[in-house]
C-alpha cells in the first residue's frame, strides 16, 4: 500500500486535540419488557439493557453457550471511539415518547417546511448520526504550564440557517467529477435568475447546500455538456442531462452553538459536515482532491520515486469542534502519483531496460500491464485533438502484426497502415505491442509511442522499498518547517476571500491556535528480571530514574 501522510489522527498534529469539555449526563440503562421469557414484544427494537432482576431469561450456561457459538450478545451497544480518518458515530436508538429513564434524546436540528413540516422537531434525513462524547474526567494538574501552537485556525460560526437540497441527475452518471462539471454549468446558466443569486455548495453525489432558501421548493432543470477532451479544432460531442433539484431539510447553525458551549450532549454532525462541504469547494476545483486532501504539483515540485512514479505535496483539512471553539485542521501529506510521461519512457523506468532495440519477454508484458491497467491516457497523434482512454489491457503481439476489418467485406489492415494513411503518423517501434482501451468487446489499440499518462493519477498498489525509502525522505520535516508549510497553505488557500466561505458567512483566522500544555516529570522505569525457579530463587528489582541516566 502507498505511503501517505493523510490520517486524520492526533499523533499527525502538532499537539495532541483536546476533548470537548462539554458534560454529559450519564445514560441510564431501560429495563427490557420480556414477553414469555423471549425478550421484548414484536414490534419493538432492543435497547442496549440489562434484563431487570424481576423478569425471567434463559439460564447462565445457555447465555454461554449462544455466545461460544458466535451468537450475539445481550449488551453490545456501548462503542469504543477512537481518532480515525472517518467519523465515529454511535447508532441512534428509537425513543420510546413514553420512557421516563432516557434523560437525553438525540436531536439533530429543526426542519421548518412551508408545506407540511412547518414547527416541527424532526432529524436531518442523513445517513450520518449525532456524535455523543463522553465527558472529560478533569484537567492535568502535574508538570510545567507552558504554552504550544497547534495547527488548528479558529473560524467564525455562521449566523444563518443552512438549507439542504436533494440533487438526480438524468442519465445517471457514476463519476463526482462529471456531476460537478454538470452542477458547476447549472449553476452558470441558472444563478442570475433561477437560482435567485444563491451559490451552492455541492458535494458531487446527491446533495445540495445553500445560505437561504431557492426561490422554488422543486424544480427541473436542462443542462448541455460539452466534451472539451475532443480538441479545439475537431468536433466536439455535446450531452444533455436532466438536473432535478428538490428541497430536503434545513439544519440550524444554533444547535452548533450550544454544543460548542457545552449546552447540548449530541454534537449535529450534519451541520459540520455542511460546513466542511462549503470549506472544500472552492479547493476541489483547484486541486486534485483524494479524501479529505487536495494535491498538486504546484503546490511542491514533484520528487521522483523511481519506476515512473512521483510524489505530490498536499494538505488535509477538516473542520472539527473544539473546547474552545469550531476550528479548521490544517496538515501536509503526500501521497505517490504516476508520473505524466510518454508510454514509452514511463514502461522504460518501470522495466530499467533499452526497449528500443530488443522485443519484450513474457515476465515484461506482465509487468507492464499490471502496470498500466487502468491507468488514464491521451493520445498525442492528432494535434489538439487529446482525447483520453483507459487501458483495459497490453495486446500479446507486437504491433506490425496487428490487423483488423476496416468494412463489412473484411477487408483487413495493419496498424502500421491506418496510422499511416489515417493521421499521416509513422509508427517507428513496431516491435512493441499495442495497448487495449475499452471493452472486450469494442476493444482500441493504441500505439504506445502515441499515448502519454494524464496527469494527476494517484497510484494506489504497493511501493516497493526502493520507493517507500524516497517517499519517507519526502515526507520527513521539521517541527518549524512543517509549520511553516501549514501557514502558507492558509495563506495561499484565503479563506476570508473564498467566494463560497463569503457566501456561507465562515470566516477562518490565520494564526495557529495557541493552547496550554503541560511538560510532564520525566518517568520510573522498573525492570523485572525473572530467572528459572529451579535453578535461582530470586528476583531483581531495579528501580532507575530516567532522569538520572540522562
Known sequence: ???????????????????????????????KTAQN?????????PHNTKQSHNHTSPPTKNKGRRRGRGGRKSDQGDVCMRPSSRHCTVAQKPVNPGSADILAATSNGSIQNDHNLSGMEMGFPTSSKSLNFASRPGFGQVGTKCIVKANHFFAELPDKDLNQYDVTITPEVTSRTMNRAIMAELVKLYKGSVLGMRLPAYDGRKSLYTAGEFPFSWKEFSVKLVDEEDGINGPKREREYKVVVKFVARANMHHLGQFLAGKRADAPQEALQILDIVLRELSTKRYCPIGRSFFSPDIRAPQRLGDGLESWCGFYQSIRPTQMGLSLNIDMASAAFIEPLPVIEFVAQLLGKDLLSRPLSDSDRVKIKKALRGVKVEVTHRGNVRRKYRVSGLTSQPTRELVFPVDDNSTMKSIVEYFQEMYGFTIQHTHLPCLQVGNQRKANYLPMEACKIVEGQRYTKRLNERQITALLKVTCQRPRDREH????????????????????GVKISEKLASVEARILPAPWVIYLQTANLRKKNFLFIFTISLASCS
Do not use: C, W
Open 37 to 45: 421469557g423471549k425478550g421484548p414484544p414484536a414490534g419493538h427494537e
Open 1 to 31: 500500500m502507498p505511503i501517505t501522510q493523510m490520517k486524520d489522527n492526533s499523533e499527525q498534529h502538532l499537539v495532541i486535540k483536546n476533548h470537548l469539555q462539554n458534560t454529559m449526563n450519564p445514560i441510564q440503562r431501560t429495563p
Open 485 to 504: 508549510d501549514i501557514l502558507q497553505t492558509v495563506q495561499h488557500n484565503a479563506y476570508n476571500q473564498d467566494p463560497y466561505a463569503k457566501e456561507f
